[in-house]
């Protein structure tokens, strides 16, 4: 029988899939209600579904990133870290970044409670 992925896996890779089609909606049933998430551009986090579609909203509306999982590393309960290959372009497509970034997830009652942006450790960017 061939190793099914992680529940989380397959949770996170939908996640990924609809922010990059810019699809809130399907994203944001993949959170708590209480979700927080990064400003990564900003600084601090915003909290909760509606904070995140106004924050996503605003960043759409500056630049156009893409974010494509790499790897997936369980980590203690409840904890994955994303190796992830993210490519943000300005408005008229210009590359402002290329870069391996980590994506640390907690996961509650199989729902994503809260996201951190990690650097990677070094042994996870290395080729």
């Given amino acids: 029988m061939p190793n099914q992925p992680a529940p989380e896996t ?9 922010f990059n089609r810019r699809d809130i909606d399907a994203a944001l049933v993949l959170m708590t209600p209480d979700v927080e998430w990064p400003r990564a551009f900003k600084g601090g986090f915003v909290q909760g579904p509606e904070a995140i579609r106004a924050y996503w909203t605003e ?18 309960a409840g904890r994955v870290l994303v190796e992830v290959h993210q490519v943000v372009r300005d408005l008229v497509g210009t590359v402002l970044a290329d870069e391996q970034v980590g994506h640390r997830f907690t996961i509650e009652q199989g729902l994503i409670r809260r996201m951190e942006v990690n650097p990677l450790p070094l042994s996870a960017d290395q080729p």
Avoid: C, S
Avoid at 11 to 16: S, T
Avoid at 65 to 75: G, I, L, Y
């Fill in 10 to 18: 397959e949770l996170l890779r939908a996640a990924y899939a609809a």
């Fill in 59 to 76: 960043q759409w509306g500056e630049i156009n990133p893409h974010v494509e999982p790499v790897a997936f590393h369980q980590e203690d």
